[in-house]
Structures are given as C-alpha cells and as structure tokens.
T-cell receptor
Framework: DVKVTQSSRYLVKRTGEKVFLECVQDMDHENMFWYRQDPGLGLRLIYFSYDVKMKEKGDIPEGYSVSREKKERFSLILESASTNQTSMYLC?????????????FGPGTRLTVT | KNQVEQSPQSLIILEGKNCTLQCNYTVSPFSNLRWYKQDTGRGPVSLTIMTFSENTKSNGRYTATLDADTKQSSLHITASQLSDSASYICVVSGDGAGNNRKLIWGLGTSLAVNP
C-alpha cells in the first residue's frame, strides 16, 4: 500500500519564523510535489522535484524553497512565514513519464501563521 | 486560458440515491482527465483516470465518462452512502510526457449525503 506521510497534521507558527514541512514516501517514486490548497482557489503547485537534488518551480514558488537530499524525502521551507501563507499544504508523489498518472497524496498539513 | 469548471458547486442527496457531477474543461493539449475524492481535512485520493481514447471508466459505485469532443466529463455515483460525503475534484493534465507537471485542477463539488 502506497504511503505518503507528512510530518505534522496541524502547525501554528508566528510571522517571521522559519518553517519546515516534511514529506516522506515509501514507493520509490521519482517525482514529488508540494501544493497548497485554499478555498476558492483549488490546488496550486508550489514546487516539483523529479530526482534527488533536482527541483522545478511550480505556479506559486514565491516565499518558499524546497530540499530533496534523499529520494524518499521532500521538504518545503518557508524562509520567513507570513500570514498569507496560512493554508493547507499537500505533498504528493508519483512515478515519472507515462506511469505518472497515478499521483498519491499525503494527509496534508494545516498551517496557521499568526 | 486552461480551465476546469465543475458543477454544481455543492450538492445534498439522501443516502441510497444516485447523483451525477459535471466537469467541463478547456485544457489544450489534452493528455488525461482524473477524478479525485477528498474527505474533509485529508489529501485527495484518485478515483479514475481516463486518457483521450477512453470514454468510460468505473471504480466500484463510481463511474466516470469522458467526451473529448465536447470536452466534458461526468462522475456518476450509484446508491450513495454516508461515506461518499466529500469534495470531488476534476483534474485535467495537459502534459503528454507525464510527470504531472501541468495539472489543471477544478475547484471541486462538495457532496453531502444525508441519512
């Protein structure tokens, strides 16, 4: 059974703090993703990684960075958290190419920045 | 502009009844269309994935249809159960090479199944 886990279900941080969100998958997937989900806006891609140490900006990368030092782990970093980064953060993973249609999501981290 | 529009925005039905959710898209090029179920406070779970050549696909009580000519898809839920209460999201991929890099997400239909 594919499993994508995220380090926290709920997180409360103060404005200006550095925040780390971690994601781990156990399916040996090459591709990993970070999305945020906001009411009325749907899921938006923040960053995408297609291999260890490889990353690509998504649609809304501003204010975020990522790290992928190991294949199974993909971290999202908020360098200086702001209130407009309060959101639900979802991690996902998949195989590359034509096998990538099946995308597996973690349970999400609801981040509140006060 | 690439867009995925879903209707209705929300729906309430009684347990045991059937319902159909709609998805219209203007994504080009088109690679595949997916339906996801997302329970409140959880990540989306894939229900069906259809490529250009497929016009229907089932997963238990869920049946998705695709009309690539009119760029419409529907998700039919048969004999609804309380556990079907969730948001159903239509997603279209415009990336034939895969990698899920160019997914266009709909806003979802919120379904409530009442006893």
């Amino acid at each position: 059974d594919v499993k994508v886990t995220q380090s926290s279900r709920y997180l409360v941080k103060r404005t200006g703090e550095k925040v780390f969100l971690e994601c781990v998958q156990d399916m040996d997937h090459e591709n990993m993703f970070w999305y945020r989900q906001d009411p009325g806006l749907g899921l938006r891609l923040i960053y995408f990684s297609y291999d260890v140490k490889m990353k690509e900006k998504g649609d809304i990368p501003e204010g975020y960075s990522v790290s992928r030092e190991k294949k199974e782990r993909f971290s999202l970093i908020l360098e200086s958290a702001s209130t407009n980064q309060t959101s639900m953060y979802l991690c996902a993973s998949s195989f590359p190419g034509q096998s990538s249609y099946e995308q597996y999501f973690g349970p999400g981290t609801r981040l509140t920045v006060t | 502009k690439n867009q995925v529009e879903q209707s209705p925005q929300s729906l309430i039905i009684l347990e045991g009844k059937n319902c159909t959710l709609q998805c219209n898209y203007t994504v080009s090029p088109f690679s595949n269309l997916r339906w996801y179920k997302q329970d409140t406070g959880r990540g989306p779970v894939s229900l069906t994935i259809m490529t250009f050549s497929e016009n229907t696909k089932s997963n238990g009580r869920y049946t998705a249809t695709l009309d690539a000519d009119t760029k419409q898809s529907s998700l039919h839920i048969t004999a609804s159960q309380l556990s079907d209460s969730a948001s159903y999201i239509c997603v279209v991929s415009g990336d034939g090479a895969g990698n899920n890099r160019k997914l266009i997400w709909g806003l979802g239909t919120s379904l409530a199944v009442n006893p």
